[in-house]
């Protein structure tokens, strides 16, 4: 078990865990803003499609991260609009942008790139594997700076709990949330960015593979504090880099692999089971998934 | 200070407000009082840019403002302590006061600042209260000083307080009216909402009396008097007696020996309870609101964890402690709740599916197979009782939800009733409903007494326990602290035992 | 008149999403109005178009159902898909394991392995929310997860035909295999997969129907679903509710194993749903939570799924993701409702006010 516990492990756990922080840290601002987001997904599809295909296009894979970026928010202000303006079920929400973003980056490279959902290959000098994991690690305390220390932050966390005093304190709750919101598309969209042009060179149907919800799982686990969120991540990020070093190493002592599929189950248990409780309370902001409404 | 011109204020057909002129002096304590569903609250909305009027307009210090947000009226000087406290629990109370006008920059909160200048309105508006306490470990007259300084603190001139008193207790009421008359003397303009007329009479210099969304008096305190207010806000002498003979108690139906019900957050909601009520009686509980009559109804109608109940109920001497609702229901107990929409009620089902809540598992709902649901027996029991309680629209296929609250009262005591109860447990059977409905509902609670029920009520109105048990109960902090009889003692008394439990 | 009005909403978003969805193709530089000529004429051509389009229906129908039931007792299973993975699966190991019983007693085994699987696995965030109130959407989303992960797992290491390259068991026994439609009907083909599955899930909307709202215990899921603490004070037991209406709806959802195992394949591939459990939130949205409803939804999706192949095919630029792009529209369109209430109160339309 020891050699296992290398370098390569801790460099392989930290670039798993860098998308999931980053999509994470944003669907906190969303959720802390009293906005669910199961979007996380589509979100990060978007962005993952857009940087691949835009840095594909220009060279440049700087503006294809802000590409990235820019798609994830697009995304996020379609969840935005239905949720705050037109007061839709959330989930319901961002189930439909799920669904949607599965189809979108498909849609378009068939159109764009002839292909049946992937972009093509970039060269390796136009990935950027290392700057989103340094905007992940920079982001925590950032986003626990704003959160905590900031006027924005105290009125977003009083949007997510109790909307009407913060509408009685004369904040427009609409205004935070569409904010909050908008956050959750920037950061889960350059999640999305580096697993296209970060961690791999090109984007491939449905590259997130359930990223999102795994994000989405770390912000439960980490009870919706930036910190915790973020060691949520590393977390899973860790069983994930643990199961791909495992394979074909590690032997059951009936010779056999260790199923990968046991540990890929891993961070879904534990959300499971945090939540029911049995490692401390997990409270969710208590307005989350509630329209505002006044009256 | 302020005024209201012309305010017109309308919700889909109901006119909430019509034409309504204020007027409030500056540097007084002005009251705004009327009864439930008046509309004092939207007017005071409007002004605090809650809500928007569809026509009139706001004046302030003489000049006419747009009032279109709260953060308007803020910055007009215009604050609002609401009768549900708009407070963040999880936050802290130097957070919650700062909260919208943060000191320090955008990109750096300065809470020290914040706790230092907290600290000096605490002091000169005597509001004793530590800014680093999480509010949601406060006590609730604790709470209300957070709010009030919450609009102090955006240096608000004039405070809208609407129904401040209602969850407070009489002492705290007591210290809260120093608290106001002090504001007074620091120069605030203050209006308070409410419809208690002792304490209108107490604080306010003016009154202003609505009714029906109309203004239909304007006085100085000093000239007026309580039956005065009263028949304004009633529109003619309040008939306040219950005209009924005298009670012929039976056997005890409902034994209740060292009740103790915890609430969910802990503390005990009722404490060493005991007590009977026998066939052919009605027995009030008198009580400020909040001193656990919710939670003592609750258990004896077996919708509280029994874990969190002790002691032993009896009903016709079979001890039900910890049975459920159903049960209960079985036996002969029928529940008035007190919250019709939260309890009573399947707002979005039709009156056919509401008046069969409870039965709705057994025939003749059912039908003789024991599954299916007997749309027709369905239908015929509706219809029964829609007739014998006057519900109005009688159209049993409309959701419940488009009923005025006078009638969905009526739905919900009409379908207890329909069990033939022994037993009636019965909260706040008159609440937001009109002065028509409320006597309709008077006789049927007696006429259900002489019929040989044992009933037991909970009401928030003083006056209607009074005026309609046979026996009347105070309890305070979850005791019972007086057993008394309505006709020789006088409301001071009682008032007496439930402000100060003894 | 009733149904007209709770026709409208429907209507109105499929048509914006069919338009968006427009110009989503002018974009790829493809005629819409050919495209969308493709999509429909390849559909609803016979025998082929609608048998396919009913086939592809069926799963719907079923996770549909199973979405509603659910929605009425106040939650939003999100889980549908891996119930409905985890019943395949049972369907497919009681048919392998006990392949040599005849069909008499096999095919209603495999019957029950699919409902009762999908029940249990239903019934598990059901029993964690009315146990520990922790939330149904996050634990149906993590349980889809274990679920896969778990029938991969068992396909993988232990029904595998050894050698075989593809994710799928060995071959269920014959006499579980249920006929298609086409032995039946004169000029329909045998090769069209449509099966009986297609009648029981009509039977499953009727029965849906009259469990909700002609039985005691589907007044006690709406109650519940209405007003919880109302039902509780009507004597109702919420925590029961939820886990009975989560168990339903769980079995319902297995119910597609029947038509995926039992009458498709004859076992189980892995990976086989289109998100099956995903759409089946859009159609029970879209059929506004009622079996008439969910019924005529998923006719429209599994038409869409089946002209999406051919405008695949047969475009240029367009390809059949355009079909997850116009669900998830129409979602969005069902689910912001207000967008079109909005509109419709200005121009007149009656909205709901106290009298």
Redesign the interface.
């Known amino acids: 078990m020891t050699e296992l516990l290398t370098l390569s492990l801790v460099m392989s756990t930290l670039r798993l865990a860098t998308p999931l922080v980053l999509a994470a840290l944003g669907g906190l601002f969303s959720e802390r803003a009293g906005v669910?987001n199961?979007a996380l997904e589509g979100i990060m599809l978007a962005g993952a499609f857009a940087a691949a295909a835009i840095t594909y296009a220009t060279g440049n894979p700087w503006i294809g991260l802000l590409s990235g970026m820019s798609a994830g928010v697009l995304i996020a202000a379609?969840h935005a609009?239905?949720c705050i303006?037109?007061?839709?079920?959330q989930?319901?929400?961002g189930?439909?942008?799920?669904?949607?973003?599965?189809?979108?980056?498909?849609?378009?490279s068939?159109?764009?790139f002839?292909s049946?959902?992937s972009t093509p290959q970039l060269a390796k000098e136009q990935l950027i594997p290392n700057a989103p994991m340094v905007m992940a690690a920079l982001i925590v305390p950032l986003a626990w700076y704003v959160l905590y220390?900031?006027?924005?932050?105290?009125?977003l966390?009083?949007v997510g709990?109790?909307p009407?005093?913060?509408?009685?304190?004369?904040?427009?709750v609409a205004s935070i949330r569409y904010a909050g919101v908008l956050l959750s598309g920037v950061l889960a969209g350059a999640g999305g960015a580096y697993l296209s042009i970060g961690q791999s060179s090109l984007f491939t149907r449905n590259m997130t593979s359930?990223r999102g919800?795994i994000a989405?799982?770390a912000l439960?686990f980490g009870k919706w504090r930036p910190v915790q969120t973020m060691l949520a991540c590393l977390l899973f990020g860790f069983t994930e880099a643990l199961s791909i070093q495992m394979q074909g190493v590690v032997k059951l002592p009936s010779g056999?692999d260790i199923?990968v599929?046991?540990i890929?189950?891993v961070p879904?248990?534990l959300?499971?089971v945090v939540?029911?409780?049995f490692i401390g309370q997990s409270r969710?902001p208590?307005a989350l998934g509630m329209p505002y409404e006044?009256? | 200070m302020l005024e209201l011109r012309n305010i017109t204020k309308r919700f889909g057909n109901v006119l909430a407000n019509d034409q309504v002129n204020i007027r409030v002096a500056p540097g007084s304590i002005h009251a705004l009082v009327g009864e439930n569903g008046a509309g004092k609250s939207t007017a005071m909305r409007v002004a605090y840019g809650?809500?928007q009027a569809d026509s009139g307009e706001i004046l302030i210090d003489g000049a006419a403002r747009r009032i279109a947000?709260?953060?308007d009226?803020?910055a007009c000087g215009v604050g609002?302590v609401?009768q549900h406290?708009?407070?963040?629990?999880?936050?802290t109370v130097a957070?919650?006061i700062?909260?919208?006008?943060?000191p320090?920059s955008?990109?750096?909160?300065d809470l020290s600042k914040a706790s230092a200048d907290i600290r000096r309105l605490s002091r000169e508006f005597s509001l004793a209260v530590d800014p680093g306490a999480l509010v949601e470990a406060l006590s609730v007259g604790q709470q209300q000083r957070v709010e009030l300084l919450?609009a102090l603190y955006r240096q608000a001139r004039l405070l809208i307080l609407d129904e401040p008193t209602a969850v407070l207790t009489p002492q705290e009421v007591e210290e809260f009216f120093v608290i106001l008359r002090g504001m007074r003397q620091q120069g605030k303009t203050v209006i308070i909402i409410t419809h208690k007329l002792s304490e209108v009479l107490a604080i306010s210099d003016e009154v202003t009396v609505m009714r029906d969304g109309r203004i239909v008096g304007r006085l100085q305190t000093r000239e007026t008097e309580a039956a005065e207010l009263a028949r304004l806000m009633v529109g003619r002498d309040v008939l306040l007696r219950v005209d009924k003979p005298a009670a012929r108690p039976g056997e005890p139906k409902l034994t209740v020996r060292n009740l103790s019900v915890r609430t969910s957050a802990g503390p005990a909601g009722v404490n060493d309870v005991s007590f009977e009520v026998r066939a052919g009686e009605i027995v009030g509980i008198a009580g400020v609101e909040g001193n656990g009559q919710t939670e003592l109804i609750e258990a004896l109608a077996g919708l509280v964890e029994p874990s969190r109940i002790s002691g032993d109920v009896r009903f016709e001497g079979q001890d039900i402690t910890r049975t459920g609702a159903r049960v209960r229901r079985e036996l002969g107990i029928a529940h008035i709740p007190e919250d019709r929409h939260r309890r009573g009620l399947l707002l979005d089902f039709d009156l056919a599916e509401n008046s069969m809540l409870g039965v709705h598992y057994r025939p003749p709902v059912v039908a003789a197979n024991g599954i299916m649901l007997d749309q027709a027996a369905i239908r015929r029991r509706a219809l029964a009782i829609i007739a014998a309680f006057d519900v109005r629209p009688p159209d049993p296929d409309l959701p419940a939800r488009v009923l005025s609250g006078g009638n969905q009262q009526k739905l919900v005591i009409g379908r207890e009733f329909a069990l033939r109860p022994r037993l009636l447990l019965v909260s706040q059977p008159t609440r937001g409903v009109d002065i028509g409905a409320i006597e309709f509902i008077h006789r049927q609670i007696v006429a259900l007494r002489d019929a040989g029920c044992a009933v037991l009520l909970v009401s928030a109105e003083l006056e209607e326990v009074v005026s309609l048990s046979d026996r009347v109960m105070v309890i305070h902090k979850g005791r019972l602290v007086g057993d008394v009889d309505p006709k020789v003692a006088t409301v001071g008394e009682i008032g007496l035992l439930m402000t100060r439990g003894h | 008149m009733k149904l007209l009005r709770e026709l409208v909403f429907p209507l109105i978003a499929v048509l914006a999403a069919f338009l968006v969805g427009g110009i989503?193709v002018l974009i790829?530089?493809d005629d819409p109005v050919q495209t969308y000529a493709l999509l429909l004429g390849s559909a609803l051509s016979w025998p082929d178009g609608i048998g396919y389009s009913l086939f592809y229906a069926t799963p719907l129908i079923f996770t549909g159902l199973a979405v509603l039931v659910a929605f009425r007792c106040g939650l939003?299973n999100?889980g549908a898909e891996g119930q409905l993975y985890v019943a395949a699966f049972a369907t497919a190991w009681v048919g392998i394991t006990l392949a040599s019983l005849p069909a008499w007693i096999l095919l209603p085994l495999c019957f029950l392995a699919a409902v009762l699987s999908g029940a249990v696995w239903g019934a598990i965030p059901g029993l964690?929310k009315a146990?520990?109130g922790?939330?149904e959407?996050?634990?149906t989303?993590?349980?889809n997860?274990?679920a896969i992960?778990?029938v991969?797992?068992f396909t993988?290491?232990h029904y595998k035909m050894p050698g075989d390259p593809i994710m799928q068991t060995t071959m269920i026994g014959g006499g579980a295999r249920i006929p298609r439609l086409g032995r039946f009907i004169p000029g329909f083909p045998e090769r069209i997969p449509l099966n009986l599955a297609f009648l029981f899930a009509l039977a499953a909307c009727l029965l849906v129907y009259l469990f909700l709202w002609r039985t005691r215990w589907g007044y006690e899921i709406r109650a519940t679903g209405s007003n919880p603490t109302a039902a509780e004070y009507g004597g109702i037991s919420i925590r029961r509710q939820i886990v009975v209406a989560m168990a339903v709806s769980g079995a319902l959802a297995g119910m597609v194993g029947i038509n995926e195992v039992l009458g498709y394949r004859y076992r189980y591939y892995d990976g086989f749903s289109a998100?099956y459990g995903?759409?089946g939130?859009?159609v029970a949205?879209l059929g506004r939570n009622h079996p008439v409803g969910v019924l005529l939804a998923a006719g429209l999706f599994g038409m869409m799924i089946r002209g999406g192949i051919f405008v695949d095919a047969f475009t240029n630029?367009?390809?059949k993701?355009?079909?997850?792009?116009l669900?998830?529209?129409?979602?969005?369109f069902v689910?912001?409702?207000?967008?079109f209430r909005?509109r419709f109160a200005k121009a007149g339309w009656p909205t709901r006010t106290k009298v």
């Open positions: 669910i199961i379609i609009v239905a303006r037109y007061r839709a079920d989930v319901v929400s189930t439909a942008i799920n669904i949607l973003m599965f189809g979108v980056p498909g849609f378009l068939g159109a764009l002839l049946s959902g220390r900031t006027p924005f932050g105290l009125r966390r009083s709990e109790n009407a005093a913060a509408d009685a304190a004369g904040i427009s359930g919800f989405l799982a439960i056999e199923p599929q046991f890929q189950i879904y248990v959300t499971i939540l029911a409780g969710p208590r006044k009256g | 809650f809500y947000t709260p953060h009226a803020i609002m609401h406290f708009m407070l963040v629990g999880p936050m957070e919650n700062v909260l919208g006008a943060e320090g955008a990109l750096a909160l919450k | 989503l790829v530089g939003l999100i964690l146990r520990f922790s939330h959407v996050i634990n989303i993590m349980l997860f274990v992960a778990l991969s797992y993988q290491y998100n995903f759409t939130i859009a949205l630029n367009v390809t993701d355009l079909v997850d792009v669900q998830g529209i129409v979602i969005l689910a912001a409702e207000a967008l909005g």
